[in-house]
């Protein structure tokens, strides 16, 4: 058995922490996701971008010759552990709308950008008139469009029940995407890929999805992602949407390079507590950041008083806060010292599942 096929009998959110040290460097070339959901419909601006915005990107894009990767491109890289390409982007688009065959398809077409689309089964399998239908669905396929698994119901995946047992949980879990691979092979789509939900992910989700063989997990996490991506818990996508996506922002979202750490806690998942002790993680390359300008953040309690030891890389924040909210991410940012750009790490801590609850939590 050769070392990559050791590391793969791991569940994959645990190969990336589990591991001191990275192969990867900061300044190594790297990949942006982009993630987007609706277009032209300023009825939901929340997820939407105007068609003549998306025209904008995809031409900055080119223009920039930035090299805009298929999936099973972004898969080989990772099975053979080569290094991106510079200025590596994959499009991604979640939950099939309409608008995406309409409006952005063509546009996609014309510039011969490849691009993934990860599509919830029930929304097609109902008809719902907001949704691409099959015939849609098809005709993108045999033009070479990719499509993965965006689960059954696309429902709040990382939030069980009050009453859920832990076998009552991960049956859920696995139906909702067992469902959705069935209906994508059914139809002709054998699919690697999925993207959760509203970016939602613990520690049973990643093991349900990697046993039915899915070995590509896609949150929404922001920042990029390095090589090798064996040592991500998932791979974190840049959003783009909403009125304030201007090209400028646009520029930074793709100019955010990956922050390299190791030894987050909490660890993402379920937390043990909902008073965790802790906000703490190493940063692999901290000669690379100025010590001044590195930040932790929590979703519910905004920037964090944290200290940063330059030497070890390990920054820490004492917490004394109980957390409220069921989801919450913790992210890390550090400035370069040979440029402006912050690098960026996130992850996602979930409330103590009902099965776990004590006195105590």
């Known amino acids: 058995m050769n070392p990559l096929t050791k590391l793969l009998v791991l569940p994959l959110f645990l190969i990336f922490f589990l591991s001191g040290v990275t192969l990867t460097l900061a300044s190594e070339p790297y990949l942006t996701i982009l993630v987007y959901h609706r277009f032209g419909e300023i009825k939901y601006p929340t997820t939407n971008i105007s068609e003549e915005r998306f025209c904008e990107q995809m031409e900055y894009l080119k223009e920039e010759n930035y090299q805009v990767l298929s999936l099973e491109e ?17 499009i991604t688009i979640d939950d099939a709308y309409r608008s995406v ?26 008809r719902y008139p ?48 067992r469902t959705c691979q069935s209906f994508l092979h059914r139809h002709g789509i054998e699919s690697y890929s999925i993207a959760f939900p509203y970016g939602e992910y613990n520690q049973i989700i990643l093991e349900e999805a ?29 959003a783009i ?33 909902v008073n965790p002790e802790e906000f703490t993680a190493r940063l692999i390359y901290p000669e690379k950041y100025r010590p001044g300008v590195i930040n932790m953040f929590v979703s519910e309690l905004g920037g964090l008083q944290a200290d940063f030891n330059p030497e070890t890389g390990w920054i820490r924040s004492i ?4 957390l409220t909210r069921a989801l919450n991410r913790v992210t890390i940012t550090a400035k370069e010292k040979n440029s402006s750009q912050f ?14 609850i004590t006195q105590e939590n």
């Not at 990697?210 to 840049?238: C, D, H, K, W």
């Not at 090209?247 to 979202?253: M, P, V």
């Open 101 to 126: 065959y309409k409006v952005a398809y063509p546009i996609l077409k014309n510039f011969g950008y490849p691009f993934t689309v990860f599509l919830y089964s029930e929304s097609i399998e109902r």
């Open 210 to 238: 990697e046993n039915l063989g899915y070995n590509l997990m896609f949150s929404q996490n922001a920042g990029s992602v390095a090589i090798p991506l064996n040592q991500q818990v998932t791979l974190p996508r840049q």
């Open 74 to 90: 972004v898969r080989q890289l990772y099975q053979k552990k080569q290094d991106f390409p510079d200025k590596a982007v994959l």
């Open 241 to 273: 949407a909403g009125e304030n996506m201007n090209l400028n922002l646009f520029k930074q979202r793709l100019a955010c390079p990956p922050l390299i750490i190791s030894s987050p806690q909490p660890f993402p998942g379920f937390l043990k507590s």
């Open 343 to 356: 690098a960026l790490t996130s992850w996602l801590i979930c409330l103590p599942p009902p099965w776990e």
């Open 130 to 177: 907001a949704m691409m239908n099959l015939d849609m669905i098809q005709e993108m396929k045999q033009a070479g469009v990719t499509f993965g698994n965006h689960t059954h119901t696309h429902p709040h995946l990382g939030i069980p029940a009050v009453e859920m047992s832990e076998e009552e949980y991960r049956f859920w879990v696995r139906e909702e995407i």
């Open 319 to 322: 917490n004394q806060k109980k």
